[in-house]
């Protein structure tokens, strides 16, 4: 076991551990085509990305200049999380060295998931993979009013982790591994520290982590025990 003071670590899911951003945006896509609003992959990757889906879109109808009525909202979000699955259950998802790296952590510290991403969605790819029991809990799209770049996800999973272990668990001696800005600010809004990966922007995007690894094979041991210490 290590003896640094790290007690904890939260992964974001889509962008970190699965590479479902492409799946994310295809099945937007697709949604949005049968209302008439074309979502290009320039803009979901620029103004979208770091949303959940009811955020996202009502972000692309307000920039679209459409009404959206909550019903037409929940509607959009089934029928989207509908095609994700579909597109999700085509083929491999993860990225490389994601098994390991969530294996070797677990073995140290106690982990959680907090994502914009459906609960569904999340546990669907974790089972697939044989990860699901890595995992102490999963925070989800439905768990917090508010998602990132609010704090809101971190606080619940840090909340829950506490519950889970019976450890009074500190935010600053855990970290979160995120790949976009908004995960960034939300992981540091909570107090966490946090390591980012250049999985879907380059480092320039990302200089508000505590530190930035290229892939997750070099997300180590050591560098994790290094920013708790």
Same mark, same amino acid.
């Given at each position: 076991?290590?003896?640094?003071?790290?007690?904890?670590?939260?992964?974001?899911? *889509?962008?970190?551990?699965?590479?479902?951003?492409?799946?994310?945006?295809?099945?937007?896509?697709?949604?949005?085509?049968?209302?008439?609003?074309?979502?290009?992959?320039?803009?979901?990757?620029?103004?979208?990305?770091?949303?959940?889906?009811?955020?996202?879109?009502?972000?692309?109808?307000?920039?679209?200049?459409?009404?959206?009525?909550?019903?037409?909202? %929940?509607?959009?979000?089934? %029928?989207?999380?509908?095609?994700? =699955?579909?597109?999700?259950?085509?083929?491999?998802?993860?990225?490389?060295?994601?098994?390991?790296?969530? %294996?070797?952590?677990?073995?140290?510290?106690?982990?959680?998931?907090?994502?914009?991403?459906?609960?569904?969605?999340? =546990?669907?790819?974790? =089972?697939?993979?044989?990860?699901?029991?890595?995992?102490?809990?999963?925070?989800?799209?439905?768990?917090?009013?508010?998602?990132?770049?609010?704090?809101?996800?971190?606080?619940?999973?840090? =909340?829950?982790? %506490?519950?889970?272990?019976?450890?009074?668990?500190?935010?600053?001696?855990?970290?979160?591994?995120?790949?976009?800005?908004?995960?960034?600010?939300?992981?540091?809004?909570?107090?966490?520290?946090?390591?980012?990966?250049?999985?879907?922007?380059?480092? *320039?995007?990302?200089?508000?982590?505590?530190?930035?690894?290229?892939?997750? *094979?070099?997300?180590?041991?050591?560098?994790?025990?290094?920013?708790?210490?």
């Amino acid at each position: 076991m290590p003896t640094s003071s790290l007690q904890a670590v939260v992964f974001d899911f *889509d962008g970190v551990i699965a590479d479902t951003e492409p799946l994310h945006l295809r099945a937007y896509q697709d949604i949005l085509a049968e209302a008439g609003i074309t979502l290009t992959e320039m803009d979901y990757y620029a103004r979208y990305l770091g949303y959940d889906d009811a955020g996202a879109f009502r972000a692309i109808a307000r920039d679209s200049g459409r009404a959206l009525d909550e019903a037409a909202l %929940r509607d959009f979000i089934a %029928r989207k999380s509908r095609r994700f =699955e579909e597109l999700e259950a085509a083929g491999a998802v993860l990225f490389p060295g994601a098994v390991a790296c969530v %294996r070797r952590c677990a073995a140290h510290w106690p982990l959680a998931v907090a994502s914009g991403a459906l609960r569904r969605e999340i =546990e669907l790819v974790l =089972e697939h993979a044989g990860l699901r029991d890595c995992f102490q809990l999963v925070v989800s799209a439905e768990d917090t009013p508010k998602s990132k770049p609010a704090p809101d996800p971190y606080r619940l999973a840090l =909340e829950k982790l %506490r519950d889970a272990t019976g450890a009074d668990i500190a935010a600053s001696r855990t970290v979160a591994i995120e790949d976009s800005r908004w995960g960034i600010q939300s992981a540091r809004g909570a107090g966490l520290r946090c390591v980012a990966v250049t999985h879907s922007y380059g480092a *320039d995007a990302l200089g508000e982590a505590d530190a930035i690894v290229p892939n997750l *094979d070099a997300l180590t041991i050591d560098r994790l025990q290094d920013l708790a210490g």
